[in-house]
């Protein structure tokens, strides 16, 4: 009789609390992830920003291909020029963002994405008031493309989309 009660204890047990994995992975999914930009800087995220101001019209280019536009909330006005961007039509009715914090802050974005060089104050101004800024270092080569693909995926939280476009891309390139 009292090794029926601790079998069902047992059981009543694991029923309670589930099976350890499952338990680890949950935690794993409720943590988040944390990006690396190009200050140095930890950008921690508890999930996927939903509100994106793109101040980066290479990495907004790319963003329209791993996300839903309604993510993307302003973009730089050089990513809504026809004759410069891949993605003029995909972005018609989003908002064009200047460099300028008050501007940003009207937007009320879950992340801003810069370009490094000139945008290091602005990004200090936006972490000082709270808004998760990552500045992203351009391509200074063409074979720099993929793995700037893949930061801006990692970034949006669409890393499997990422890998899978910057293997295209690096594909593409080693066959030209």
Not at 121 to 128: F, H, Q, R, V
Request: net charge negative; proline share 4%; aromatic share 6%.
């Amino acid at each position: 009789m009292k090794k029926l009660f601790l079998v069902i204890m047992a059981l009543s047990l694991l029923l309670v609390t589930g099976c350890g994995k499952e338990s680890l992975s949950s935690q794993e999914q409720g943590s988040g992830y944390t990006v690396v930009d190009a200050r140095g800087k930890k950008i921690t995220f508890a999930s996927a920003p939903k509100r994106i101001v793109c101040l980066n019209y290479s990495a907004t280019d790319i963003l329209t291909d791993l996300i839903p536009t309604e993510r993307i909330i302003a973009t730089d006005m050089w990513a809504r020029e026809e004759d410069l961007s891949n993605c003029y039509e995909k972005l018609k009715g989003i908002p064009v963002c200047e460099n300028n914090p008050e501007q940003i802050m009207k937007f009320k974005p879950d992340l801003v994405i810069l370009t490094d060089g000139r945008a290091n104050e602005l990004a200090d101004t936006l972490d000082s008031v709270g808004i998760k800024t990552c500045v992203l270092r351009q391509p200074k080569t063409i074979q720099e493309i993929p793995d700037y693909i893949k930061i801006v995926g990692e970034v949006a939280d669409t890393k499997a989309a990422a890998d899978s476009l910057a293997e295209k891309v690096a594909a593409y390139l080693k066959a030209s």
